[in-house]
């Protein structure tokens, strides 16, 4: 990856095979993907031992890398998935078999030179390109952090980045995706994966029954005959966001990709400018340069074209021909104080300024500035700023982009024209929704839906707007049991610690409390939606809070007690959580075990009314295989009168809030 601030050129390229469409890594030129065969298993390990360089505690550091492999195990119809990481003492090495992450200078890291962030090492059988062994190696001398700031890299970004390289891609070609080549300080837009991202992922590892996407496909055309090869090649939509990419086969200028449903404008360019032909692994001699960005269709009037699940798209593209004298080689948003060579993020629901700066823009006018995506340039807001100070400079200009409040996160594409000149920034623009908001009151106990203390290992929901897709999504458990932490774009955190998710949507959040809140008084939550972070709230934590689930309660012969009341002397079953701590420890995000069990502590159950008195019950602990799900197994009261009776649970002293159950 490669950091770029104005006057500040760092180089940072990370190690790849050849790209190909979907600019995957290859074998060698035309030969072989490169694919793993464990991809429904990935197992990497963390070697934790690092200088002062990395910050963050060992926990935070591992939050972030399961962060990281969460992105890739969560695109919907594939079968990627990765264990949980886990820390180890090994080193990188090559020939021992096992994916391993480092921080240390060693023999290894040394061949991490240049500036360089991070280095994936993928080794691969020549044969048939099966990827053996992908050593993910953190570059000792950058500094790296879990909570990034304009000083440092976001740890989280390179990671999610680099394990893409150990699935088998290449560098993207759309400045949004977290495979473009770059980051800078300060950055985690590559924390989230783009639909470039996804949909190479759908292509190498599709699983049966997924989700239906179509197809586009056909050729790059030089304006006086004959192909393009190695050009970039861009579909997008302009309604939903949706920006997908490839690069024209270095033979016959042949392009092939999927892409949701919708309605596509398709475009190209040559490699060039900030993306030269080593980013893609490719030597100037195997592509076309000479020709210019051009839509199918025409610059003047694009074409459209309508993808529906499972059609294939035959459309042949023929940019103009000849050198451009347009480039975009630097952008800021909002007047920030340094302009990089990457994608630049714009809140929905408002506007933005967005500056520019590279070769001729001092001559465009707003006729010249066409934005491809969910975006509009405000009419009468272009203005020219002078020049960006550095070496070189360059023009700079200034424009007002409004950008429709949205749910989800999306891109845009920037295309200018002007004198027989053109260039792209493709998937450029990212767009995130609007900020997460939810008060302390909305972090409730996900049975009661009262607020107040939160224990450890609680499962709880939170309320309020903004927080995830407008289309709700129920997370499922790996062969563990173990839930994710991320889910749909969104995570939440407790002090810097990600939380298992259930369940997420626009208003409601279901999750579990970390397990490691124990001892705490109170703790910092905070929910993250696309890109952007709530403000942190702060939330009581006590070491138990429990809450009963009002229905169902079960009698012992499997009928709910609402439908039939329990007899007297026979056993009920109470649910609820927020038990707090459990022996023996279960950790978070784990299911309880079974057939063993895990105890909560000392419980008693009141009954209420005639005949009623307080009892041990005959378990009181996690329900196996479930998580942060308390059980209660208790033997109704034979003194207990006939009818409609309260019950409390106690734990550790503390009350749970009655319930009602039937006595017959």
Request: proline letters at 7%.
């Amino acid at each position: 990856m490669r950091t770029v601030q104005a006057g500040v050129i760092a180089i940072s390229l990370v190690f790849a095979s050849a790209a190909f469409p979907y600019v995957r890594s290859t074998v060698s030129p035309g030969g072989q993907a490169l694919f793993r065969s464990d991809a429904g298993r990935v197992q990497y390990l963390v070697n934790l031992t690092r200088g002062s360089n990395v910050a963050g505690s060992d926990a935070e550091i591992m939050t972030a890398l399961q962060g990281a492999a969460n992105a890739w195990s969560s695109i919907p119809g594939t079968t990627i998935h990765f264990n949980p990481i886990q820390a180890t003492t090994l080193i990188a090495d090559s020939s021992d078999g096992h994916n391993v992450i480092s921080f240390e200078n060693n023999s290894t890291t040394g061949s991490v030179v240049n500036g360089a962030l991070a280095v994936t090492f993928t080794f691969y059988s020549p044969s048939d390109g099966v990827l053996t062994d992908t050593d993910i190696v953190f570059n000792p001398k950058i500094n790296f952090s879990t909570s990034p700031s304009a000083n440092v890299t976001d740890l989280q970004s390179v990671a999610t980045h680099e394990m893409g390289h150990a699935l088998g891609a290449s560098h993207s070609g759309v400045y949004g995706a977290t495979m473009f080549y770059a980051t800078g300080p300060g950055q985690t837009s590559q924390q989230k994966l783009s639909e470039d991202d996804q949909a190479l992922m759908r292509e190498a590892y599709p699983a049966a029954g997924g989700p239906q996407y179509g197809r586009i496909t056909g050729h790059l055309l030089a304006s006086g005959g004959g192909f393009l090869r190695g050009g970039l090649v861009a579909a997008v939509d302009s309604s939903t966001g949706v920006v997908v990419g490839g690069i024209s086969l270095t033979t016959d200028g042949t392009y092939s990709f999927q892409v949701p449903a919708g309605n596509y404008v398709v475009y190209a360019e040559p490699i060039g400018g900030q993306l030269t032909p080593d980013v893609f692994s490719l030597s100037p001699i195997q592509i076309s340069t000479n020709f210019q960005a051009g839509f199918y269709g025409g610059n003047s009037n694009p074409g459209s074209v309508a993808v529906s699940a499972g059609s294939t798209n035959t459309i042949d593209v023929s940019p103009p021909g000849g050198k451009s004298g347009l480039s975009v080689n630097f952008a800021a948003v909002n007047r920030a104080s340094f302009y990089t060579s990457g994608p630049q993020v714009l809140p929905s629901g408002q506007s933005s300024e967005l500056e520019i700066a590279g070769n001729g823009v001092d001559s465009l006018t707003e006729q010249d500035i066409r934005l491809v995506g969910p975006v509009s340039l405000r009419p009468g807001s272009l203005v020219q700023e002078g020049s960006l100070s550095g070496s070189p400079s360059y023009p700079l200009i200034r424009m007002t982009v409004d950008v429709p409040a949205r749910t989800n996160v999306a891109s845009a594409s920037l295309f200018l024209s002007h004198g027989g000149s053109t260039t792209a920034f493709t998937g450029g623009l990212i767009l995130t929704p609007a900020r997460p908001a939810f008060p302390a009151g909305g972090v409730v106990n996900a049975f009661t839906f009262t607020g107040g203390n939160i224990a450890p290992g609680e499962d709880i929901s939170i309320f309020g707007t903004t927080l995830g897709p407008l289309t709700p999504l129920v997370n499922t458990p790996d062969a563990s049991g173990t839930y994710s932490t991320g889910l749909g774009g969104v995570t939440v955190t407790f002090d810097g610690q990600a939380a298992p998710l259930f369940y997420v949507s626009q208003g409601q959040i279901n999750l579990q409390a970390p397990v490691e809140l124990a001892g705490k008084t109170t703790t910092s939550v905070v929910v993250t939606y696309g890109l952007n972070p709530s403000d942190p709230i702060g939330v009581t934590v006590a070491p138990v809070a429990g809450g009963l689930y009002p229905s169902p309660v079960n009698n012992d012969d499997g009928m709910l007690n609402s439908a039939k009341p329990a007899k007297r002397g026979s056993y009920i079953l109470i649910y609820g959580t927020g038990q707090g701590l459990v022996s023996p420890a279960v950790g978070t995000g784990k299911a309880a075990p079974a057939p063993s069990f895990a105890y909560a502590g000392a419980t008693t159950v009141t009954f209420r009314g005639t005949g009623g008195q307080t009892v041990t019950p005959y378990f009181s602990g996690l329900a196996p295989g479930f998580v942060g799900l308390w059980q209660i197994s208790v033997q109704v009261p034979t003194s207990l009168a006939v009818g409609t009776s309260q019950l409390f649970v106690t734990v550790n002293g503390v009350p749970t809030a009655p319930i009602n159950v039937s006595v017959q």
